[in-house]
């Protein structure tokens, strides 16, 4: 699985767009691109994945840059109740791997502020 | 809620103990996780099972093992208990399991507290 290279910390000020990069510059192929979150200690919660195009789901939207090494999560309209731990992970290999697991990095703590 | 529960959601024992912690996934879902997340590891990968076989296996320590059941239910057995396995668990469902892709639902966890 590739590995992941995110920002440790960013701020956000309520309702504008959050913007949270992640680096995948090894990623193959046929591997998709996930984001979860997770807030305070509760369970990760996904939010988006994407392979190749953009997607855009009610929770967020996802770009991924044309040669896939890069992406960005987008929260268009950030609230109070999005600060949290996110997660940007590279796995699930479409024909080599028959697992699904998760390999979770240190992950982006968004601080969304008043 | 996102349908998968996990119990107990506390437990405090001592070291040498053993425990179980248990684990029902989401209706239909046929795969399940656990994962271990503690204050200097992170969110670790310990063992994946699908349709009662397992499936993958992560950092999981030899003093823990688990099973899934034929109702699809899982079981975290930690024996030997340390200091160091201080941690929330947190377990997983999936319906497909890594075939194509697959968004994996989590429970609350259980926080494992050993003294």
């Known amino acids: 699985d590739a590995k992941t290279t995110q920002p440790p910390s960013m701020d956000c000020a309520e309702g504008r767009a959050a913007n949270l990069p992640c680096n995948h510059s090894t990623i193959s192929g046929n591997e998709y691109v996930y984001w979860y979150r997770q807030i305070h200690s509760q369970g990760p919660q996904y939010i988006i994945h994407g392979l190749k195009n953009n997607e855009t789901n009610e929770m967020a939207s996802l770009i991924i840059t044309e040669d896939r090494k890069s992406s960005t999560l987008i929260l268009p309209h950030a609230t109070l109740r999005d600060t949290a731990v996110y997660y940007c992970?590279?796995?699930?290999?479409?024909?080599?791997?028959?697992?699904?697991?998760?390999?979770f990095g240190q992950g982006t703590t968004l601080q969304v502020k008043p | 809620d996102s349908g998968v529960t996990q119990t107990p959601k506390h437990l405090i024992t001592a070291t040498g103990q053993r425990v179980t912690l248990r684990c029902s996934p989401r209706?239909?879902?046929?795969?399940v996780y656990w994962y271990q997340q503690s204050l200097d590891q992170g969110l670790q990968f310990l063992i994946q099972y699908y349709n009662g076989e397992e499936r993958a296996k992560g950092n999981i320590l030899e003093r823990f093992s688990a099973q899934q059941f034929p109702d699809l239910h899982s079981e975290l057995n930690l024996s030997s208990l340390e200091l160091g396995d201080s941690a929330l668990y947190f377990c997983?469902?999936?319906?497909?399991?890594?075939?194509?892709?697959?968004?994996?639902?989590f429970g609350p966890g259980t926080r494992l507290t050993v003294l």
């Open positions: 997983a469902s999936s319906a497909t399991g890594g075939v194509l892709y697959n968004e994996q639902f």
């Open positions: 209706s239909g879902d046929l795969s």
């Open positions: 992970i590279v796995s699930f290999s479409l024909y080599s791997s028959n697992t699904g697991k998760l390999i």
